[in-house]
């Protein structure tokens, strides 16, 4: 009897140890999983927050593939701490261009002034430009990364922004989002005014 007696206290110890140990095992694999899943987060996280910057968003929009090869070959070097609008030129304005001037349009262009040109510091939304435009009479400049200015006014209900030389090019989308920035698409390849191509490019 007594042994039974011991036999059963000790099945009941060994009952109560197996589902402590089954207990910690589950609160270490929960607390590992919850670990894993916010180091997870963190890491996408800092991915987005630092891949998603207006470069990166440009060469991820396929309407912007021709300007984002353009601008792989300059010697761009954003700084991280500010923030920048880009007026990017679509992958139309490109093969337009390149129809009616012919492919080599552009071989005597610098790279680097090309797409210095059309950034801009600071976020510029579309709101902020049709505002300038009105309270400076209809016309107004930005000073660009390259040196000269982008001259933006309205035709008729778009946004027009053009350089000293050639056409302008209506914005098509605005507002485009990047972490340290704004994109806009725009019509047309617009040019600093000093720079030199295979054809003048007239309106």
């Known amino acids: 009897m007594k042994i039974n007696k011991s036999l059963l206290i000790l099945s009941m110890l060994l009952t109560v140890f197996v589902s402590c140990q089954d207990n910690s095992k589950q609160n270490q694999n929960d607390e590992l999983e919850m670990t894993e899943e916010a180091e997870g987060q963190t890491f996408v996280e800092r991915q987005n927050q630092s891949v998603n910057d207006v470069q ?7 309407e912007l593939s ?41 071989d005597d262009v610098d790279f680097n002034d090309e797409i210095n040109f059309l950034i801009v510091e600071g976020e510029v939304t ?24 982008l001259l933006v006014s309205m035709q008729n209900d778009s946004i027009l922004v053009r350089g000293r030389a050639g056409a302008g090019a209506t914005i098509l989308e605005s507002d485009i989002e ?12 617009i040019l600093p005014g000093d720079v030199e191509t295979n054809v003048e490019l007239q309106e």
């Open 178 to 189: 990047a972490t340290n920035g704004l994109v806009h698409i725009i019509s047309a390849v």
């Open 66 to 106: 021709t300007f984002a090869n353009r601008m792989n070959v300059t010697e761009l070097n954003l700084d991280e701490e500010e923030n920048y609008t880009v007026f990017a030129p679509s992958n139309n304005a490109y093969s337009y261009l390149h129809r009616e001037h012919g492919e080599n349009v552009l």
């Open 126 to 149: 579309a709101d902020s430009l049709r505002n300038g435009i009105e309270q400076n009479n209809g016309t107004f400049s930005l000073p660009t990364l390259q040196g000269e200015h």
């Open 56 to 62: 990166v968003t440009i060469k991820g929009n396929p």
